[in-house]
């Protein structure tokens, strides 16, 4: 099984996902975001946003190759990244944050204002969201609000999504009133 944990930046995925891997030897979580850079699947490089530009296409075959390669003997591959719901999954996770609390995060760990506030409203606009169930339809997606949970918290409703027994669900989660 092949599940997608997508969401803003900020919103604790990669903090999740790997309490997630730490509790569970069945579950194999690829950081899309260091494979993006460290095997160089991007198209351009954005200074003005200092980002990549990811190759989805280089992507999405890298992560068939390693999931057919299956050397880790996981039943689940969950792939972390703000750009998992562009691929093919089974399940598909999305973290959210209020507007103001996810602001503060990626401050805390150095992003510009101008970042963070561009990052805000596309949570408070549901972007991520609306992108994930235009892809994979409102029975495959999962919404999960992480603003007052802990990692540990956030990670308990993952292993929820990944073993069946949480419902899936798509707006629940309204930061309208943010804008």
């Given amino acids: ?25 069945d579950v194999d979580v690829v950081h899309l975001n ?10 351009a490089v ?12 280089r992507l999405a075959a890298w992560v068939d190759d390693y ?5 880790d003997g996981a039943d689940v591959l969950v792939l972390d990244s703000h750009l998992a719901h562009h691929l093919d999954a089974d ?6 944050c209020a507007p103001e ?14 970042k963070a506030a561009e990052n805000a409203e596309s949570e408070a606009l549901d972007v991520v969201l609306s992108k994930a169930v235009e ?17 540990e918290e956030v990670a308990d409703a993952l292993a ?3 073993e069946g027994t949480r419902e899936p669900s798509a707006g629940d989660v309204d930061y309208l009133d943010y804008l």
């Fill in 91 to 96: 399940r598909v996770v999305v973290l959210r």
């Fill in 160 to 162: 929820a999504v990944v």
């Fill in 67 to 71: 999931e057919a390669a299956g050397d």
């Fill in 101 to 114: 609390a996810l602001a503060t995060r990626l401050r805390e760990r150095g992003e510009s204002d101008a």
């Fill in 46 to 57: 954005d200074e003005e946003r200092d980002s990549v530009v990811a190759d989805l296409d």
């Fill in 135 to 151: 892809a994979h339809g409102l029975d495959s997606v999962y919404e999960i609000e992480t603003t007052r949970s802990s990692p």
């Fill in 1 to 25: 099984m092949r599940v997608a944990v997508t969401g803003t930046p900020g919103t604790g995925k990669t903090t999740a996902t790997d309490i997630l891997a730490e509790r569970r030897n």
């Fill in 34 to 43: 260091e494979v993006i850079e460290s095997e160089e699947l991007y198209e």
